[in-house]
């Protein structure tokens, strides 16, 4: 088993792993947090989608969803839930299905369909999902949201975390051996030091300071939702 890492979708949509693989999906700040923190509290489902005009579209086709999302970090006018994991308490998305679009993390999502397997990870359930990607035969690929494009702080640490945790299972590549390299790093201080990073302080800057310390808790969540078909759920729920 190799285990990779991806610190962008660029990066896989130009080097695409060959053969059978699991991919996980990292978006900390914030998608995939609040994914995993929407089924802990009885989401249904969560379709999810590139633009603002597909979320629209598919209201229509499913008018007791809720719209969700984000551009610039901030909630979509017109829209039921921004992306901040403190929107998706039980009684906002209990038996619900939901509609999202994100800058990175839905994009990053499209962008590993294709894959055998894909996976749905973050700080808050890292200890579950290792549990599961442990169990595969298959190569693992750690795909990162970034922002735009770019390397995020967050997610290379979590990716990391990730490698660490796998490290026993399979060989790490360079970048998994980079990612682990981070995280050793920043393990002592990881709030305060990821506090510091480009997107944090943006968070901060407009209001979401809490979101940043949730989303870097570890372990809290024994969910791993998975992507299928076009649509995101908790197979432990069904």
Same mark, same amino acid.
Not at 4 to 16: E, G, H, L, S, W
Not at 75 to 85: E, R
């Given at each position: +088993? /190799?285990?990779?890492?991806?610190? &962008?979708?660029?990066?896989?949509?130009?080097?695409?792993?060959s053969g059978e693989c699991a991919v996980a999906v990292l978006d900390i700040f914030r998608a995939t947090t609040s994914m995993v923190t929407a089924f802990a509290n009885g989401s249904r489902r969560i379709i999810p989608v590139k633009t603002v005009e597909e979320a629209l579209a598919l209201k229509k086709r499913h008018p007791g969803g809720l719209l969700?999302?984000?551009?610039?970090?901030?909630?979509?006018?017109?829209?039921?839930?921004?992306?901040?994991?403190?929107?998706?308490?039980?009684?906002?998305?209990?038996g619900?299905?939901?509609? +999202? /679009?994100?800058?990175?993390?839905? &994009?990053?999502?499209?962008?590993?369909?294709?894959?055998?397997?894909v996976y749905i990870g973050a700080f808050v359930n890292?200890?579950?999902?290792?549990?599961?990607?442990?169990?595969?035969?298959?190569?693992?690929?750690?795909?990162c949201a970034g922002t735009r494009g770019q390397l995020t702080i967050e997610d290379a640490l979590c990716a990391g975390l990730l490698a660490d945790r796998l490290a026993g299972r399979g060989d790490l590549s360079d970048a998994a051996v980079a990612a682990l390299a981070i995280y050793n790093d920043y393990r002592t201080d990881l709030v305060r030091?990821?506090?510091?990073?480009?997107?944090?302080?943006y968070l901060a800057a407009i209001g979401y300071g809490a979101d940043i310390d949730y989303c870097l808790r570890q372990d809290l969540f024994d969910i791993v939702p998975v992507f299928q078909n076009g649509e995101v759920t908790d197979p432990a729920a069904t």
């Open positions: +088993m /190799t285990i990779d890492v991806y610190f &962008t979708p660029q990066d896989y949509i130009a080097r695409p792993p969700a999302g984000e551009r610039q970090a901030r909630p979509i006018a017109g829209f039921d839930l921004g992306n901040s994991p403190f929107e998706y308490n039980r009684s906002a998305v209990d619900k299905t939901i509609i +999202m /679009t994100t800058t990175n993390g839905t &994009t990053a999502l499209k962008t590993a369909e294709q894959a055998t397997k890292a200890a579950a999902l290792c549990r599961i990607l442990s169990s595969l035969s298959s190569d693992i690929v750690i795909l030091r990821t506090s510091l990073g480009t997107h944090a302080r």
